[in-house]
């Protein structure tokens, strides 16, 4: 098997220029808050793709979601889903916008336009990356970053981290699910 003929050093630059470009936030208003949140998943890229990109099924692996309806367009961008939120949860239902869907650079990016959660004015942006660190076989790296309003009864810290540990549930959910999904495909030989 040959390695990827890429260091670290250059993997963590090639990171960086794709933090930089699709995950900084540097125009925040003073009632807004942002950060980013990394997953390393031991599965093909295509394969962790394949369900991020499913705008109509995010309950796919995100855990918050009782159900999605697509009610306008085709899963690509501009379309606009209904989401039913578990219970347990501040809020019942999301209005979600499809603001990008990028098959070639593996891009997505939606935008809360209504309904009854606290995420108000949130936009994420989720990318994947190829990662074959250490001669592995097949890893992907899954970025996601947002930028949200803090509620006028709440602060930055606390909006922060209502977002992250959601982010971090569905991106450790997401990478089990591709995980066992990758273990189960057969041995190219």
Not at 115 to 142: C, F, I, M, P, W
Not at 145 to 154: I, M, N
Request: glycine residues 6%; negative net charge; aromatic residues 4%.
């Amino acid at each position: 098997m040959l390695k990827n003929p890429i260091s670290n050093d250059q993997k963590s630059k090639a990171l960086g220029k794709m933090m930089n470009k699709y995950h900084t936030h540097n125009d925040l208003l003073s009632n807004q808050c942002s950060s980013s949140l990394v997953q390393k998943i031991d599965a093909p890229l295509p394969l962790v793709w394949s369900l991020v990109r499913r705008f109509d099924n995010p309950q796919a692996y995100n855990q918050f979601i009782h159900s999605c309806t697509v009610s306008a367009g085709d899963g690509l961008a501009g379309s606009v889903r209904e989401i039913l939120l578990v219970s347990g949860l501040p809020g019942e239902r999301s209005t979600e916008r499809l603001d990008r869907l990028d098959d070639d650079l593996h891009i997505m990016v939606i935008s809360i336009i209504g309904g009854d959660q606290r995420l108000v004015n949130y936009q994420s942006t989720t990318t994947l990356h190829e990662d074959d660190d250490a001669g592995k076989g097949d890893q992907t790296v899954v970025i996601e970053s947002y930028v949200v309003d803090v509620p006028p009864d709440s602060c930055q810290m606390d909006t922060c981290l209502f977002a992250d540990t959601l982010i971090r549930c569905n991106l450790r959910s997401l990478s089990k699910i591709t995980e066992k999904m990758a273990h189960q495909l057969p041995v190219a030989a």
